[in-house]
């Protein structure tokens, strides 16, 4: 009955605006057969050749609805304009609005969501992708997690785009492997204007947006605008809520023809219950009901009041761009990036005969007076707080020097890191109260519990020297460039019992990555380009270097890696791009990775936390194909196209446990052979609609290829009407339904595992296996907006 009815819905919007471009036609054509006045003719002509320039610049600028941007670099880039964003739900991430995209892998976790988001581009993890905003490294700068929620509103985002198999040369990321997201905001207005809006759907979800850009303020030449959103909704699966509140601003100068300055602050304060993430039997199991518990009993971790994220994030960056006259040019940048928490999970201590890092403690402090003890029970109920912050600074400088057919340029990007993490444990009481500001848990004559106590610090220089050769008129261009990064990496685990080099670790790195790229130009139309380019990743996250202890054994839960190397990537890309009435690009491509390193995440035992586990997998191979092709506007609608094939390869057996996983061959982890979408969008500068479906194949979960999910198919709608307007006042409607057939699926991993069921070694050792978990996609969501510009 439900499909039945969003089909209805769909007919009757389209119909509508089918009905409405008649009724228009209709007018026009009764209004040709009035006679006009001389004055009213050259007005209707004036007017008639300003909407033909529209018109015209729209054919030339939009194709598929914003769907697909035109590109020339000698790379494959695919790209959303604002066009698409804006007609997309209020409360899209940048991972939601990319799933369209070639090779891309992302699904929404739900209307509304405040924490870091699963990605795979090409087979790659969202740990191995690079993601810039405004040229500013957006990700935690040791795990690579990327918090976009709190980057931007999507109201404000410009433009974003996804290098498939390659690494910006200049681009301030150490963990791109061969991949990279970028995201830029919409700058301030030419001229003075307030846009607000109100949204509200599914689970209770709603959204309260203010912009106020305010021109050019009188003939400085300095723009500026700043907007506040307020979000909130329910935990659509589960019990629990969320809630968001956001900051953007932004202030631009203009000097002199070529030169301007541009300030971007951001800020963002939010809640949320925890996602919890299942199993496959789980999810057999519970389906969508999966999640967050709204009764307590001890023991049981998964109570609301125990589990949830109260993050943060401010940034700011001075953007520079001088033009110095003579081919001379200079791009300077200065940022500052911070990213905080905690986090709290319901957990289950040892009352007596547990662990303080390595060092074993007869029973916690004053236990028989602890809230919630009970002498039947040999484990405490306890929440799980971690507190954490991040902070990455740095300043990037591009010089440019362009003579005649040659354009030089030279990269120098300098970074500081510094993290910090300690967790403590609150006693849980028997209504499933704690209290974050009393006492913590103790043992051994009064040091705190904890298993996580770390600091981290990292210091990196990078240059680029990258040089442009254009001939035969600019038609073929060759581009060589190199980018060498020297990156100095610490950590301290500060633990009971935990000394030496389990205690403190330092690495050092220097990693070169070169890159050729080469195009030409056929006409105005053609294209081909071929390139080789180069990427790394360096070791992320504690686990990388330092060993975590279990609070109920003293014993390593996860091990550094024992031969620590950045990840390293080779790629190779020809493609062909047609720029006309419609716009495409194809590109073969192939890359082999060298120290593929993937993180194992599992649960701990009798916890809602987790733990990492980073697997050197050694070798991996690939190739395939993709295609994206978009149509220019014809009769107000556009269509859009993208697919992906590609094969994975590992190409070793992995050690593991003291033995080797027979992988050598298997497919890589949350690498489908095949995925795609379609767009359709109507726009006609009163109406407007879009509608797109994908599909994502089938996706191993281990190593051992042994448990996967399969394959599903989702769709979208969004439509909406500029209302007439009432005095200076523009007020527009939309309505956006996600997932319209309801669609109950899986849509990638959260954690992989080595295998899922035991298995022998190499050498005859048996190897237990462990259940990956699954991030559940979003359920069917309809969200309705009522905006206005004044």
Same mark, same amino acid.
Request: aromatic content about 12%; proline content about 4%.
């Given at each position: 009955?439900?499909?039945?009815?969003?089909?209805?819905?769909?007919?009757?919007? %389209?119909?509508?605006?089918?009905?409405?471009?008649?009724?228009?036609?209709?007018?026009?054509?009764?209004?040709?057969?009035?006679?006009?006045?001389?004055?009213?003719?050259?007005?209707?002509?004036?007017?008639?050749?300003?909407?033909?320039?529209?018109?015209?610049?729209?054919?030339?600028?939009?194709?598929?609805?914003?769907?697909?941007?035109?590109?020339?670099?000698?790379?494959?880039?695919?790209?959303?304009?604002?066009?698409?964003?804006?007609?997309?739900?209020?409360?899209?991430?940048?991972?939601?609005?990319?799933?369209?995209?070639?090779?891309?892998?992302?699904?929404?976790?739900?209307?509304?969501?405040?924490?870091?988001?699963?990605?795979?581009?090409?087979?790659?993890?969202?740990?191995?992708?690079?993601?810039?905003?405004?040229?500013?490294?957006?990700?935690?700068?040791?795990?690579?997690?990327?918090?976009?929620?709190?980057?931007? #509103?999507?109201?404000?985002?410009?433009?974003?785009?996804?290098?498939?198999?390659?690494?910006?040369?200049?681009?301030?990321?150490?963990?791109?492997?061969?991949?990279?997201?970028?995201?830029?905001?919409?700058?301030?207005?030419?001229?003075?204007?307030?846009?607000?809006?109100?949204?509200?759907?599914?689970?209770?979800?709603?959204?309260?947006?203010?912009?106020?850009?305010?021109?050019?303020?009188?003939?400085?030449?300095?723009?500026? %605008?700043?907007?506040?959103?307020?979000?909130?909704? #329910?935990?659509?699966?589960?019990?629990? #809520?969320?809630?968001?509140?956001?900051?953007?601003?932004?202030?631009?100068?203009?000097?002199?023809?070529?030169?301007?300055?541009?300030?971007?602050?951001?800020?963002?304060?939010?809640?949320?219950?925890?996602?919890?993430?299942?199993?496959?039997?789980?999810?057999?199991?519970?389906?969508?009901?999966?999640?967050?518990? #709204?009764?307590? =009993?001890?023991?049981?971790?998964?109570?609301?009041?125990?589990?949830?994220?109260?993050?943060?994030?401010?940034?700011?960056?001075?953007?520079?761009?001088?033009?110095?006259?003579?081919?001379?040019?200079?791009?300077?940048?200065?940022?500052?990036?911070?990213?905080?928490?905690?986090?709290?999970?319901?957990?289950?201590?040892?009352?007596?005969?547990?662990?303080?890092?390595?060092?074993?403690?007869?029973?916690?402090?004053?236990?028989?007076?602890?809230?919630?003890?009970?002498?039947?029970?040999?484990?405490?109920?306890?929440?799980?707080?971690?507190?954490?912050?991040?902070?990455?600074?740095?300043?990037?400088?591009?010089?440019?020097?362009?003579?005649?057919?040659?354009?030089?340029?030279?990269?120098?990007?300098?970074?500081?890191?510094?993290?910090?993490?300690?967790?403590?444990?609150?006693?849980?009481?028997?209504?499933?109260?704690?209290?974050?500001?009393?006492?913590?848990?103790?043992?051994?004559?009064?040091?705190?519990?904890?298993?996580?106590?770390?600091?981290?610090?990292?210091?990196?220089?990078?240059?680029?020297?990258?040089?442009?050769?254009?001939?035969?008129?600019?038609?073929?261009?060759?581009?060589?460039?190199?980018?060498?990064?020297?990156?100095?990496?610490?950590?301290?685990?500060?633990?009971?019992?935990?000394?030496?080099?389990?205690?403190?670790?330092?690495?050092?790195?220097?990693?070169?990555?070169?890159?050729?790229?080469?195009?030409?130009?056929?006409?105005?139309?053609?294209?081909?380009?071929?390139?080789?380019?180069?990427?790394?990743?360096?070791?992320?996250?504690?686990?990388?270097?330092?060993?975590?202890?279990?609070?109920?054994?003293?014993?390593?839960?996860?091990?550094?890696?024992?031969?620590?190397?950045?990840?390293?990537?080779?790629?190779?890309?020809?493609?062909?791009?047609?720029?006309?009435?419609?716009?495409?690009?194809?590109?073969?491509?192939?890359?082999?990775?060298?120290?593929?390193?993937?993180?194992?995440?599992?649960?701990?035992?009798?916890?809602?936390?987790?733990?990492?586990?980073?697997?050197?997998?050694?070798?991996?191979?690939?190739?395939?194909?993709?295609?994206?092709?978009?149509?220019?506007?014809?009769?107000?609608?556009?269509?859009?196209?993208?697919?992906?094939?590609?094969?994975?390869?590992?190409?070793?057996?992995?050690?593991? =446990?003291?033995?080797?996983?027979?992988?050598?061959?298997?497919?890589?982890?949350?690498?489908?052979?095949?995925?795609?979408?379609?767009?359709?969008?109507?726009?006609?500068?009163?109406?407007?609609?879009? %509608?797109?479906?994908?599909?994502?194949?089938?996706?191993?979960?281990?190593?051992?290829?042994?448990?996967?999910?399969?394959?599903?198919?989702?769709?979208?709608?969004?439509?909406?009407?500029?209302?007439?307007?009432?005095?200076?006042?523009?007020?527009?409607?939309?309505?956006?339904?996600?997932?319209?057939?309801?669609?109950?699926?899986?849509?990638?991993?959260?954690?992989?595992?080595?295998?899922?069921?035991?298995?022998?070694?190499?050498?005859?050792?048996?190897?237990?296996?462990?259940?990956?978990?699954?991030?559940?996609?979003?359920?069917?969501?309809?969200?309705?907006?009522?905006?206005?510009?004044?």
């Amino acid at each position: 009955m439900k499909r039945f009815l969003l089909l209805t819905t769909s007919l009757l919007c %389209f119909h509508n605006v089918a009905a409405a471009e008649k009724a228009q036609n209709t007018v026009d054509r009764n209004s040709s057969h009035k006679k006009a006045s001389g004055s009213q003719k050259k007005d209707s002509a004036s007017a008639k050749n300003r909407n033909e320039t529209i018109d015209v610049t729209e054919r030339r600028k939009v194709a598929g609805g914003g769907m697909m941007v035109r590109h020339t670099i000698a790379k494959t880039v695919s790209s959303l304009s604002h066009n698409y964003i804006a007609m997309q739900s209020p409360t899209s991430t940048i991972e939601s609005l990319i799933s369209t995209l070639p090779g891309v892998v992302s699904a929404s976790e739900g209307p509304l969501t405040t924490s870091f988001s699963t990605l795979h581009i090409r087979g790659m993890a969202q740990a191995e992708i690079g993601v810039t905003f405004e040229g500013m490294p957006a990700a935690n700068p040791f795990t690579y997690s990327t918090y976009t929620p709190s980057l931007v #509103d999507s109201q404000n985002m410009g433009q974003v785009n996804v290098m498939q198999g390659a690494v910006d040369i200049n681009s301030p990321t150490y963990n791109a492997t061969g991949a990279e997201i970028s995201a830029s905001i919409r700058g301030p207005a030419e001229h003075q204007n307030v846009h607000v809006a109100g949204s509200g759907g599914s689970y209770g979800t709603n959204k309260d947006f203010i912009r106020y850009d305010t021109g050019e303020i009188g003939h400085t030449g300095v723009r500026a %605008f700043a907007s506040g959103s307020y979000s909130r909704g #329910d935990m659509w699966r589960g019990v629990g #809520d969320i809630e968001r509140w956001h900051v953007d601003a932004a202030l631009a100068k203009r000097w002199a023809a070529g030169s301007d300055s541009k300030i971007i602050f951001g800020w963002t304060k939010a809640a949320q219950g925890e996602w919890l993430y299942p199993s496959l039997a789980n999810w057999k199991k519970y389906g969508m009901k999966y999640g967050l518990d #709204d009764q307590y =009993s001890p023991g049981a971790t998964h109570y609301v009041g125990l589990n949830g994220k109260n993050t943060g994030a401010v940034y700011g960056t001075l953007k520079n761009h001088f033009s110095f006259g003579h081919g001379l040019s200079l791009d300077a940048q200065a940022y500052s990036v911070e990213f905080h928490g905690p986090y709290y999970y319901g957990a289950n201590i040892p009352v007596k005969n547990g662990y303080v890092g390595a060092q074993a403690y007869n029973s916690l402090d004053n236990y028989q007076n602890l809230p919630g003890y009970d002498p039947t029970n040999k484990n405490l109920t306890a929440a799980e707080v971690s507190n954490w912050y991040t902070l990455s600074s740095g300043l990037v400088l591009t010089g440019h020097w362009q003579h005649k057919f040659n354009t030089l340029s030279l990269t120098y990007w300098y970074s500081y890191a510094q993290e910090a993490a300690q967790m403590r444990f609150y006693p849980v009481n028997n209504r499933g109260q704690w209290n974050g500001n009393g006492a913590a848990l103790t043992a051994n004559g009064g040091i705190p519990l904890s298993e996580d106590n770390e600091n981290g610090l990292q210091q990196l220089n990078s240059f680029a020297l990258d040089d442009k050769m254009s001939f035969l008129h600019g038609r073929l261009t060759i581009d060589a460039g190199i980018r060498m990064a020297m990156a100095n990496r610490q950590y301290t685990q500060d633990l009971p019992g935990v000394l030496g080099t389990n205690y403190k670790s330092i690495k050092n790195v220097f990693v070169p990555s070169p890159q050729v790229l080469i195009n030409y130009h056929f006409n105005s139309h053609h294209q081909i380009y071929v390139n080789g380019t180069t990427g790394y990743h360096l070791p992320g996250a504690l686990s990388s270097q330092l060993a975590s202890y279990s609070r109920t054994t003293g014993k390593a839960q996860s091990l550094p890696l024992a031969d620590y190397k950045p990840e390293y990537m080779i790629t190779e890309e020809l493609g062909y791009r047609y720029n006309g009435f419609f716009m495409g690009n194809v590109a073969g491509f192939h890359y082999n990775v060298s120290n593929h390193q993937i993180s194992a995440q599992s649960y701990v035992e009798g916890s809602t936390s987790t733990i990492s586990q980073l697997i050197n997998a050694g070798g991996l191979e690939a190739y395939g194909i993709q295609a994206e092709i978009a149509t220019r506007p014809w009769h107000h609608v556009s269509a859009y196209a993208s697919g992906q094939y590609m094969h994975t390869r590992n190409g070793n057996n992995i050690a593991y =446990s003291g033995d080797y996983l027979r992988t050598k061959g298997k497919e890589e982890v949350g690498a489908p052979k095949y995925s795609g979408s379609l767009g359709l969008t109507y726009n006609d500068g009163t109406w407007f609609g879009n %509608f797109t479906l994908s599909y994502t194949g089938a996706q191993y979960a281990t190593l051992m290829n042994d448990q996967h999910i399969p394959g599903y198919i989702t769709a979208n709608l969004g439509v909406g009407r500029t209302l007439p307007k009432i005095g200076r006042v523009t007020p527009k409607i939309k309505l956006n339904l996600v997932n319209l057939g309801d669609e109950h699926y899986l849509s990638s991993m959260y954690g992989y595992t080595a295998a899922a069921s035991t298995q022998k070694g190499v050498f005859g050792t048996t190897i237990k296996g462990a259940n990956p978990t699954y991030v559940i996609g979003s359920p069917f969501v309809a969200m309705g907006t009522i905006s206005a510009d004044f």
